[in-house]
């Protein structure tokens, strides 16, 4: 079984582009800091994988997803090797076709605002406090 999850962060915007048989396919970069900084350095250290979402997928990613959001990807992992350009000789590159992108950060999280705050001790939940009140009789089930 080749399946992988990782959680982290995005590189840069998504692009998205429509191929040939006309799926749509949307390619972004998520960086996954290790848990160990570097020996000579106190930045952590970070892998890269190369994510691309087919489809309505890839649309929601393309709407929703920014860089610097938080994301947890599951999907197959693949590993493609090409020629740097600065001669660096032969570099790797780690795959992933999602299968499920959740979308862990928010546009409020980026913006610093404050969460709805959660009600008091005790409280009821009503229009105050961002919950509503619902009857029972109200529900499809």
Partial sequence: MNKLTIIGNLTRDPETRTVSSGNTVCSFTVAVNRRRASQNTNQPEADF?????????????????AKGRKVAVVGSVSVSSYEAKDG??????????????????????????????????????????????????????
């Fill in 49 to 65: 994988f190369r994510v691309s979402a087919w489809d309505k997928l890839g649309e929601n990613c393309q709407r929703y997803l």
């Fill in 88 to 141: 660096g000789g032969t570099r790797f590159s780690l795959d992933v076709r999602a299968d499920d992108v959740e979308f862990l950060s928010s546009r409020q999280d980026e913006m610093g605002s404050p969460a709805p705050a959660a009600p008091a001790a005790g409280g009821k939940p009503g229009k105050d406090n961002g919950f509503e009140e619902v009857d029972d009789e109200d529900l499809p089930f």
